[in-house]
Structures are given as structure tokens and as C-alpha cells.
């Protein structure tokens, strides 16, 4: 794509042309240059390239700027256009909103209007994206700028570093968006760099990648929640305290002491131990206040019976997460929301441990539905939310990422979102959760934050880390199937015989 003019900057009806926005008249027949809203185009100056996006676009004609006189002459039986030339009057105006100027120190502010009369120009490939700060070949490939034809590659560091957060109603094409990040951190070759990737699967919305017709199949590990066990030994008094909040803090210190002493004589004479052997070993200890030791007993005991916890880890995880694979946890069966924050809480534990000794890759963690994992709720509910929250505030430090999913911004810990720095959006329609958005993501200004109810289903606005102005995407065609959805009519059908 090559620059072409299109335009002259005119004096606009609104004190421009001024350092923030301007207007210029299409010189070019409407039939063979299309201007559209949302459209980048280039200004040069003396300093260098000016960049700006069309925010508005309308027609002119000065022979029906009198409703008066177009109103008596078409009354008249006559049409306008057969006494007076009006379709050589008709123009097409844009306005456009400055976004930077690119000079040989690169992307700076511009402080000063653009001049009447000056060319406008649609920009090259190369130059747009060095604006906006897309990669040109080793980028996650997630769609195009429509609008020039651009595809969007994002780097992988700026994307998922400081964590992306995934923001849309439900049918809007989250899931889809998600598959997409997916497929391009497996398609990914050793030397681009390649990372572990771990999905917990709300819904069991992504089997699909794991199917055999999938070209992802063989980089694809799906475990059902009822083979998850957690290894009793590895998990410290605290975390038994966060699964069950009641836990005092004094009966956290005799939950270490006890533990202390199994691992003396059990982990370390090569065996393990499980709750059973924790409540034996309390229940034999006389130093604790036997008021304490029984509530602590009980709550041991509901603990136990989610039959969650084992003598060893399933799965291993040292030994599953591997550079370029993709390992689902499908929460799918589960309907106690208890026992799926307790897996999530324990199995990220257990990878930011992991990733602070060096002992997996550098990992991707995927939360579909994160505001049930991390919501701003108090603790006995939100069980999963301290390792969400730490992970957001820590995880770049040890190259373990978020990529957060939501329908409910709005009800997601104000902690991790801001740690968010890439934000996905698609369309959000409730009016607290754009105005949550609109506080939380970086570079999102009132035009845009407005543009993001009008968008369809499968197109999103990218801000934040990973680019350097928020774009308007849509998201490419996927490579693996998605699950056919049946209408509700189907559904009814199957059981009225």
C-alpha cells in the first residue's frame, strides 16, 4: 500500500485548522477513493509525517443549503439539478482528529495546526504501521485494519507482559477472539520464542483446539476437573486458610507447626501425606486450645470431602507446561464455584512457584469469565482472587501473564484489571461497564469509548501496551471449527416427540 493524495486541507466552520483536528474537501471521484470513518491519513510537513484519523465524514452542495429555495423549486415540478449544476457542487468533507507526528526522533505531539491548502495523503504500509507500532512478520497475527487493508501484528512482549484483558458481552465474539491468541502462540516457531499456555475452560468452549481434525491436536492437553488432585504436601498453611477464610491466624501457625512435622517425617522419607493424616496429627497434639483444634478439625474435614486433595499432583505440572503447547483445564462439569476457584488458586500457585524457581517456561494463563475468579467481593468468594491479584501485580517480574476474559468488567477486582495494560474490547453495552473501562484502560478517549457499542461482532478496539494508538480490528477467520450452536428451536425439538 502506497501513499496516494486524496485531499487539500480546507478552513473548517469550527477554528480549524488547529493543532488538535482539521478538515480537507476528497479531490478524488467518490467512485474510485471511498472515504470512510476511522480511516488514517498523512499530512507532510517540514518536521515530518503527520498522522491523523477521519472522525467524521459528510457531504456538501451549496445549491441545497437553502431548505427555502430547494422546497420552491422542486414544488415547481422542477428538480434542482435540471436548472442549476448541482452535481458539480456536491463535495465530501471529512474532519479529521490529529493523532502525532513522526519525526527522525520518532512519534512526537504535534503542537502546531496543519496549513490550509496542504495535500492529504493515505499512508504507506510502512509508515502506518511504525505508527501504531505493528510488527511486520513475527507478530501474533490477530486481523486487519479493514479500512487499509493492514494486517494487525502484535509483538508478543508488549502484549503480554504487563497482561491483556479481554472485554465484550456475552456473544460477542470473546471466545473467538481468544481462539485466535491461541492459535498464534501454538503456531509460533522455536526461534520467534515460544511459551507455555494454560486455559481454564469455564464453559468448554475451546475442545475444539484438541479435537483430532484440529491442526492444534497434538499441541493440545485437556484434563476434566475430576482428575485434578492437588498434592496435600505442597500446599502451605496459608493457602488452607485461603480455601477456607475462617482459618484464624493462630490456628494457621498450628496448621504450620503440624505440617512441618509430617513433611520431617514423611516427605522426606520419600512419601506423602493428605488431610486425613493433618486432622490424626492434630487431634494427637495437646499444645493447641482444644476449642481452636475442633474448629480447625471441621474445617479440615470440608476441605477433605471436595476430594480434591491427594498424596501427589494431577497433573504434574512441571511436567505437562512445555514451550508451544496449550493445557486446558476444562471446568466445564463443575457447578460449585468454590471448588473452581480452588483449583484455579491452587494450580496458580503452583505455576508462579514453578516460575519463580525456573522450574516451567515462561507461561500464558488464560481466565475466561475472570470477574468469577478475581471479583471485587470479600474473600470467603473470591478464593482465587489473591494469587489473580499477585500474578497481575508480580508476573511480568517472572514472565508468567495474564490474558483475563470478561462480559462483567465492571465486577472485576479493580487490582488486576489495572494491571492490565493491553486492553481487547468488543462490544460492551452496559453503561457502568464502559464507564468502568473507560477509567481503567490507558489511551481510550470519549470517541472511542463511544464507537465501542456501535461495534459488530467480531470486530475490536486494541489499546494500551501492545500498540501505540488504539486501533479498530477485525478479528481474522479462525483455523479450527467452532462448536455449532443450535437455536433454541433445535433444542426444543429434541424433546417434544
Known amino acids: 500500500m502506497s501513499e496516494k493524495s486524496i485531499g487539500t486541507v480546507i478552513v473548517g466552520e469550527d477554528n480549524s485548522p488547529n493543532p488538535s483536528e482539521f478538515s480537507f474537501v476528497l479531490t478524488r471521484d467518490e467512485e474510485e477513493f471511498r472515504l470512510q470513518k476511522g480511516m488514517y491519513i498523512v499530512v507532510p510537513s517540514e518536521d515530518g509525517k503527520i498522522i ?36 458539480r457542487w456536491e463535495h465530501i468533507i471529512a474532519r479529521a482528529k490529529t493523532m502525532g507526528i513522526m ?22 504500509t510502512e509508515t502506518l504501521s511504525r505508527f501504531l507500532g505493528l510488527e511486520k512478520t513475527d ?63 469455564v464453559h468448554g468452549e475451546y475442545k475444539g ?31 488452607f486458610a485461603v480455601f477456607e477464610p475462617q482459618i484464624t491466624p493462630v490456628q494457621t501457625r498450628e496448621l504450620y507447626r503440624i505440617n512441618q512435622k509430617l513433611f520431617h517425617d514423611k516427605v522426606k522419607q520419600g512419601e506423602g501425606y493428605i488431610i486425613s493424616d493433618i486432622i490424626a496429627e492434630l487431634e494427637s497434639d495437646d499444645q493447641i486450645n482444644p476449642r481452636s483444634k475442633e474448629a480447625l478439625i471441621g474445617w479440615l474435614y470440608t476441605l477433605e470431602r471436595t476430594k480434591l486433595f491427594g498424596l ?33 488458586s491452587y494450580i496458580l500457585y503452583r505455576i508462579f512457584d514453578s516460575r519463580k524457581k525456573d522450574t516451567v517456561p515462561p507461561t500464558a494463563i488464560v481466565l475466561e469469565e475472570g470477574h468469577q475468579f478475581a471479583p471485587e467481593a470479600r474473600l470467603e468468594l473470591a478464593i482465587s482472587r489473591p494469587i489473580v491479584e499477585t500474578i497481575a501485580r508480580e508476573g511480568r517480574k517472572f514472565f508468567t501473564s495474564l490474558i483475563l476474559v470478561s462480559q ?44 465501542i457499542t456501535t461495534l459488530g461482532v467480531g470486530e475490536a478496539i486494541i489499546a494500551g501496551n501492545a500498540v501505540n494508538q488504539p486501533i479498530f480490528v477485525k478479528i481474522r477467520e479462525r483455523k479450527t471449527k467452532t462448536m455449532k450452536t443450535k437455536t433454541l428451536e433445535e433444542s426444543a425439538k429434541k424433546y417434544d416427540v
Open 52 to 87: 491523523a484519523t477521519i472522525s467524521d465524514v459528510y457531504k456538501t452542495n451549496r445549491y441545497f443549503s437553502s431548505p427555502s429555495a430547494v422546497r420552491a423549486y422542486e414544488t415547481s415540478g422542477k428538480t434542482m439539478a435540471s436548472i442549476f449544476p448541482a452535481d
Open 103 to 124: 519525526t527522525k526522533i520518532g512519534i512526537q505531539r504535534l503542537l502546531y495546526p496543519v496549513s490550509p491548502g496542504e495535500t492529504v495523503f493515505t499512508p504507506d
Open 139 to 201: 507478530g501474533l497475527l490477530l486481523g486487519k485494519i479493514d479500512q487499509h487493508d493492514l494486517d494487525v501484528r502484535l509483538n508478543l512482549t508488549r502484549l503480554l507482559q504487563k497482561h491483556v484483558a479481554v472485554l465484550a458481552i456475552s456473544g460477542a465474539g470473546k471466545s473467538y477472539t481468544v481462539s485466535v491468541i491461541l492459535e498464534e502462540l501454538l503456531t509460533r516457531k522455536k526461534e520467534q520464542g515460544r511459551i507455555a499456555v494454560v486455559l481454564f475452560d
Open 209 to 239: 483446539l484438541g479435537d483430532e481434525k484440529s491442526p492444534f491436536h497434538k499441541k493440545t492437553e485437556i484434563f476434566p476437573g475430576a482428575v485434578i488432585q492437588f498434592a496435600t504436601h505442597s500446599i502451605r498453611p496459608g493457602q
Open 312 to 344: 501427589g499432583e494431577n497433573p504434574a505440572l512441571e511436567e505437562i507446561l512445555e514451550p508451544g503447547k496449550l493445557v486446558i483445564f476444562d471446568l466445564s462439569e463443575f457447578t460449585s464455584m468454590k471448588l473452581k476457584q480452588m483449583i484455579v
Open 408 to 451: 462483567r468488567p465492571v465486577k472485576l477486582s479493580t487490582t488486576t484489571l489495572s494491571q492490565c495494560n493491553t486492553h481487547i474490547i468488543m462490544n460492551v453495552l452496559n453503561p457502568y461497564d464502559l464507564d468502568f473501562i473507560g477509567r481503567s484502560s490507558e489511551g481510550i478517549d470519549k470517541a472511542t469509548l463511544s464507537a
